[in-house]
């Protein structure tokens, strides 16, 4: 062999010898504290990603075409938001960024209902595939939307003829893949629905595994008649039932009614009752001021109350009931929260009233020099046929830190995914939930005041709704499941979102993956579209 050639074979054969292996993963999480989401203790493993799912975990020596240095960080399923209220917003806007900073991968909505009616679901869930969405996304069908596209939205009780076109609007969602029907009761016109015709139609989704998922028609002094009506529900259509952001809204009775509640729930537990319940939190709800006003006036449709609510003779009579305290058919969250003090007002829609944004009404009302009521009923007409919101500070912490340790509690925003799409100036002041609830869960629940362990925060927020939902790929950190993974740091994770400034990001969330893609990376958004619906099985409908 001549000289030039051997150095050129040489050449070669080191070229060759060079040449790292082709990575055997798509991603491999290096180095972490793995919290597997079923409750035990974290481990020190590696985690490899392969075609979207879990491949491995433990000492992994291959290398993955990305590598993330999770050393001192903890690794988990990534968390899922029970109650969501993104169903109009994903269409225009897939990014669904507060939900990704926060560390969410799956949203289930539907509280309100679906987007779009049942006929039209199936093609609505075809729609999201092909635009793409940032997260995983499933949903309840409203049983209001079924009774008000039959009957329209006055009051009154169904005709048998009535009432099988509305099941047959259920069974149409339930083909498509709702996870069940919803009710939200302490809204008109869904607060006319009764008991028994609720029960008829959650039996639908009974057949298949599917939920009767609940906004209670009370959560203040009529609580334990709420979660009886719940539980009955449930034990006469065989649907498993969930109660949307457990509460106990009523300041005269904080401390007693919230310990009567749970052992309701959990005397409908051992009876077989398969009920559980999500919470966020936060002391204070948000939700519309038309709850301000007592729901008899709201009997002949929405477009009656409109014109009731402009009779100053009504106003006066409405005024009387609102100081009168809880009547039988309305929850009233003025006097829940304590007076007009502890009701302040989130989004007034209507430019004139948008300089009160942040303000109660007490002060709202001597600043125009009108009594409480009539400036909110003021707002509400205004803002039409939007709607005006406000926050209720009418829960108690230590009432929430005992709803948070039952073991059957996940964990939901009731708040929608940002819509970058909308003028930043309609939207108000949301509620600091859409920005910081699951950062919050570790950072004041586990970090700073310990009412959960941190594997048992883990698990309200992955692996216990993921079994409830019948998610059998996902809500785990084990090989074969679905790679929604979270990665954080516990010395550093917060919630930034407050009151006066609801829209601050969170910190210490750095690394998130949707089915096996990275869709944020040291806490920013990548632009991927990696997100799955998430379709409930029912043949059976």
């Not at 596209?149 to 009535?162: C, F, I, L, N, R």
Request: aromatic share 8%; with cysteine; net charge neutral.
């Amino acid at each position: 062999m001549t000289r030039p050639f051997a150095l050129a074979f040489a050449s070669v054969l080191l070229v060759g010898a060079a040449a790292p292996p082709p990575a055997a993963y798509d991603i491999v999480i290096r180095g972490g504290r793995v919290l597997d989401g079923a409750g035990n203790p974290w481990v020190a493993a590696d985690v490899a990603i392969k075609d979207g799912r879990i491949a491995r975990v433990g000492v992994i020596e291959a290398k993955g075409k990305q590598e993330i240095d999770a050393s001192g960080r903890y690794v988990s399923p990534g968390f899922i938001d029970m109650l969501d209220q993104s169903g109009r917003v994903l269409p225009r806007d897939g990014s669904a960024a507060n939900k990704l900073r926060m560390g969410v991968t799956t949203l289930i909505a539907g509280e309100g209902g679906t987007a779009v009616p049942a006929g039209e679901l199936a093609g609505y869930f075809n729609m999201l595939e092909t635009q793409g969405i940032a997260v995983n996304f499933g949903t309840y069908y409203g049983a209001i939307q079924a009774r008000v596209k039959v009957m329209g939205d006055g009051a009154g009780a169904p005709s048998e003829e009535q009432f099988r076109a509305m099941e047959d609007e259920v069974r149409t969602a339930m083909k498509a893949g709702a996870f069940g029907i919803s009710s939200a009761l302490i809204y008109s016109p869904a607060s006319f629905q009764a008991t028994d015709d609720l029960a008829r139609l959650a039996a639908i989704p009974g057949k298949c595994g599917g939920f009767y998922a609940t906004h209670m028609r009370d959560e203040s002094d009529k609580l334990l008649a709420a979660i009886d009506e719940a539980v009955a529900i449930g034990e006469r259509s065989g649907a498993k039932v969930e109660v949307f952001h457990i509460k106990a809204a009523y300041a005269p009775l904080w401390g007693k009614l919230m310990p009567q509640a749970i052992a309701r729930i959990e005397a409908a537990r051992t009876r077989g009752v398969d009920i559980g319940a999500n919470i966020y939190p936060y002391r204070a709800g948000g939700t519309g001021l038309d709850v301000t006003i007592p729901t008899h006036v709201f009997a002949k449709g929405r477009e009656a109350a409109h014109a009731a609510l402009r009779d100053p003779a009504v106003r006066q009579q409405l005024k009387q009931e609102l100081a009168a305290g809880p009547q039988a058919d309305w929850s009233n969250l003025v006097h829940a929260s304590g007076g007009w003090k502890n009701v302040v007002l989130a989004n007034g829609q209507a430019e004139q009233y948008k300089r009160f944004n942040g303000r109660n009404f007490a002060d709202i009302g001597k600043a125009l020099g009108k009594d409480p009521a009539d400036a909110a009923w003021d707002i509400w007409l205004a803002a039409l046929p939007a709607r005006a919101s406000a926050l209720y500070f009418m829960m108690d912490d230590k009432d929430i830190d005992l709803a948070m340790k039952q073991p059957w509690v996940s964990v939901g925003t009731d708040a929608s995914a940002t819509d970058s799409t909308a003028d930043p100036e309609s939207a108000g002041r949301p509620h600091p939930r859409s920005y910081g609830t699951f950062p919050r869960i570790i950072a004041e629940y586990v970090q700073a005041r310990p009412v959960l362990t941190l594997p048992d925060a883990i698990r309200k927020m992955t692996g216990w709704p993921a079994q409830r939902l019948g998610l059998a790929d996902r809500g785990l950190l084990r090989e074969g499941m679905r790679a929604d993974i979270v990665v954080f740091d516990l010395a550093t994770i917060k919630d930034r979102a407050t009151y006066e400034a609801p829209t601050a990001a969170p910190e210490g969330i750095g690394d998130l993956i949707v089915n096996g893609v990275v869709a944020l990376a040291k806490g920013q958004p990548t632009g991927s579209r990696s997100g799955m619906v998430l379709r409930h099985a029912c043949t059976t409908a």
